[in-house]
């Protein structure tokens, strides 16, 4: 059975780090791309990060580039995402996804989610 | 990389067939096959309900179809059941190592 377990979320500072983490199990790691889809309060899913089966390509969405960096280690079957220079607009709910195949299709799986609160 | 467009919310009787429209353009919908369909309750684990276009996971009832014409992809819900209730967003791959997904839209089975 496919598994994703997210960790790491939690209450930070605009301006703080956080480095979220997820736990795959089920499957094999190196086979399939990997995403971050977060959803904010009332707002809908939006597409966050993306890394593909070795960590070779990766892409981010326009508001989180330079800020956040997405990586794997696909020997541990973990992925993260190291958020930096956190604004509010961050807060959400931060979902690990895996993808149907080694590149960027559908999600086929998903974690049940971390919360990232941004506060002051 | 703008929203895929969806309608916001979109209502049916029991029994009643309700489509929902995703629209995008030639850099995302119109260029790729790479389209899906989620079903989602806030809170929980988004569920595909289509992928590929039009292509169904097992397990999916196939009163769930979804179809592209152009920039243009669309979800089909046929004998629509209060089950179905919830929200749907539609993704696209959008090209170099990214992806989009719609807005949203809210099914209300009446």
């Known amino acids: 059975e496919v598994q994703l377990v997210e960790s790491g979320g939690g209450v930070v500072r605009p301006g703080g780090s956080l480095r979220l983490s997820c736990a795959a199990s089920g499957f094999t790691s190196d086979d399939y791309a990997m995403s971050w889809v977060r959803q904010a309060p009332g707002k809908g899913l939006e597409w966050v990060s993306g890394?593909?089966?070795?960590?070779?390509?990766?892409g981010y969405t326009d508001s989180v580039k330079g800020r956040f960096t997405i990586s794997r280690d696909n020997a541990k079957k973990s992925l993260y995402l190291q958020m930096n220079s956190l604004r509010t607009e961050d807060t959400a709910l931060y979902f690990c996804?895996?993808?149907?195949?080694?590149?960027?299709?559908?999600?086929?799986?998903w974690g049940q989610g971390t919360l990232v609160t941004v506060s002051s | 990389q703008s929203a895929l467009t969806q309608p916001r919310s979109v209502s049916g009787s029991p029994g009643q067939s309700v489509t929902i429209s995703c629209t995008g353009s030639s850099s995302d919908v119109g260029g790729y096959k790479y389209v899906s369909w989620y079903q989602y309750h806030p809170g929980k684990a988004p569920k595909v309900i289509i992928y590929d276009v039009s292509k169904r996971p097992s397990g999916v009832p196939d009163r769930f179809s979804g179809s592209k014409s152009g920039n243009t992809a669309s979800l089909t819900i046929s004998g629509l059941q209060a089950e179905d209730e919830a929200d749907y967003y539609c993704c696209s791959y959008t090209g170099t190592y990214t992806m989009v997904f719609g807005g949203g839209t809210k099914v209300t089975v009446l």
């Open positions: 996804a895996r993808h149907r195949s080694s590149g960027y299709d559908s999600f086929a799986y």
């Open positions: 890394i593909n089966w070795n960590g070779g390509r990766t």
